[in-house]
């Protein structure tokens, strides 16, 4: 079965400082990952997902299947970035149902 | 234009009573998702309608949940005689057909909290 984690609940950092998220999955085929934000009275979003090697609002996410691992990095953090963070999994491209992981909220503190 | 909207934004419901939610997907969009969301935990998926085909129930929690969808329109998300431990966020998404390859943005609604009492 399909399952993805998130250990940080909370994530706290200064503004300017690196931010990292982890998110960390399971699942035996080839997943697709994605990020998805909620911020404040805001509707959760897609953020970016890793088929498009993006970098989005500064983000960016590789996959590393080795670790099973899709971390969501940024190099300077800023005060417009606080808000819930969702790692989440597609296990069937196309399909399109997404797992989720809790969630882990971060807070830029300026 | 809208994004997808639902309704209503807060219900509150005895236990044992029946409850609708319903959901106004982005036209256009033939696939439409409805999550749940627990207090302190992730989304949890419930139901997938693509086009004609039959819904994916796979998430459903019991038989007191089911959905229908109309065409491609609008979607409701009925719960029988609702439980303390439905209390949650439902939130729906629509997006354009998946399948065939590439998996498309989801996009989501601004969620019904439902609390039972």
């Known amino acids: 079965a399909q399952r993805v984690t998130q250990p940080e609940k909370l994530l706290s950092v200064f503004k300017g400082a690196p931010v990292e998220l982890k998110c960390n999955y399971s699942?035996?085929?080839?997943?697709?990952l994605f990020w998805y934000v909620q911020y404040s009275r805001q509707r959760l979003q897609l953020l970016l997902r890793h088929i498009s090697r993006e970098s989005i609002k500064g983000f960016t996410a590789d996959l590393n299947k080795g670790e099973t691992s899709f971390h969501l990095k940024k190099p300077f953090a800023q005060e417009e970035d606080s808000a819930m963070y969702y790692c989440a999994l597609s296990v069937v491209r196309g399909a399109n149902n997404l797992f989720f992981g809790t969630g882990t909220r971060l807070t830029v503190i300026p | 234009g809208a994004g997808v909207s639902q309704s209503p934004s807060n219900k509150v419901t005895e236990k044992g009573k029946d409850v609708e939610l319903r959901c106004d997907p982005i036209s256009g969009h033939t696939a439409l998702y409805w999550y749940r969301q627990r207090l302190g935990q992730g989304l949890e998926f419930l139901i997938y309608f693509q086009g004609n085909s039959a819904p994916d129930k796979s998430g459903l929690p019991s038989d007191r949940f089911s959905a229908e969808r109309t065409g491609e329109s609008v979607s409701t998300l009925t719960i029988q005689r609702t439980q303390q431990e439905d209390s949650a966020v439902y939130l729906c998404?629509?997006?354009?057909?998946?399948?065939?390859?590439?998996?498309?943005?989801?996009?989501f609604g601004p969620g019904t909290r439902l609390t039972v009492t």
């Open positions: 998404a629509s997006s354009f057909s998946s399948g065939g390859g590439a998996s498309y943005e989801q996009y």
């Open positions: 699942y035996s085929g080839s997943p697709e």
